[in-house]
């Protein structure tokens, strides 16, 4: 069985690296923010770092693919897949809010993650999982939290996007706070997973189809003892789009999953 330490050193090491990139366009006209042809912004910081990515991983892990969020290198029948987000969080970035992290997950052939590294480098916090191995935040092992009701949980909501005007569209914050659930977003659901994984938060839902958000986190979060799965709870894969995502200690999922079910709302990126 590959026990991936080789690909965890070197994602480690690309944390570093990218954070030290984030911190020197933080606050800086250099980062140059823009807005893509999707609406959302990108800075200097998000394309350096992800250049920077390919040409170490495809100097380092020949024939990986790599998934990268503003560029990629694609492999036919490559065994494995690195899925990357340079910046996750890139408008509070982009306005001078230190919440953002660099995100890089390993995914194999079945569409696994296999070893997931998330970094933020304001407060060098670095979280690692490794399948099969634990989670751990700076070396020291997390596990999730044990809140089971709605009621005081503690969630994030991230992107979530209704793009049919036509459809009435219940929006998951208004509804569980009604439940006594304590909502919040952060614009960054990378960290949020993050602190699902180390039992800050219950829960995050992300509306999105962007795998490059929940791919490290399938892997951190589960090796904390919690779950993820798309928004109507099935398992997914990590190397192509996704359905959204929940994010939970594993003891809220079947009431998020269940909470969701009766939702009205439809997503160009999720399908209903």
């Avoid at 690309?14 to 984030?22: P, R, W």
């Avoid at 089971?148 to 036509?166: K, Q, V």
Wanted: proline share 3%; with cysteine.
């Amino acid at each position: 069985m590959k026990d991936y330490q080789k690909e965890l050193a070197i994602a480690k090491r690309l944390a570093k690296e990218a954070g030290d990139i984030m911190l020197g366009y933080f606050n800086s006209p250099a980062s140059n923010p823009t807005v893509k042809t999707d609406k959302t912004i990108v800075t200097k910081a998000d394309t350096e770092i992800n250049s920077h990515i390919i040409e170490v991983l495809n100097k380092e892990t020949p024939g990986y693919s790599i998934w990268g969020e503003e560029e990629s290198s694609i492999i036919e029948d490559s065994k494995y897949t690195w899925v990357c987000d340079p910046v996750d969080g890139t408008m509070p970035f982009a306005k001078g809010i230190p919440i953002s992290t660099f995100s890089l997950a390993l995914v194999d052939e079945n569409g696994n993650s296999v070893v997931g590294v998330v970094y933020d480098p304001f407060q060098d916090r670095l979280f690692e999982a490794v399948r099969g191995s634990g989670a751990y935040l700076n070396n020291t092992k997390i596990s999730v939290s044990e809140q089971a009701e709605l009621d005081g949980a503690y969630i994030d909501e991230e992107l979530w996007i209704n793009h049919e005007e036509e459809i009435t569209f219940d929006d998951p914050k208004d509804v569980l706070n009604k439940r006594g659930a304590k909502i919040t977003t952060q614009c960054s659901a990378v960290i949020m997973g993050c602190f699902v994984a180390k039992g800050s938060y219950d829960a995050m839902m992300f509306g999105q189809g962007k795998p490059e958000d929940i791919a490290a986190l399938a892997v951190i979060v589960t090796e904390a003892g919690g779950k993820v799965t798309d928004l109507f709870g099935n398992e997914q894969r990590y190397d192509t789009n996704i359905k959204g995502a929940i994010v939970s200690n594993g003891l809220l999922h079947n009431k998020l999953c269940e909470f969701l079910k009766n939702l009205n709302y439809t997503s160009k990126y999720i399908g209903s």
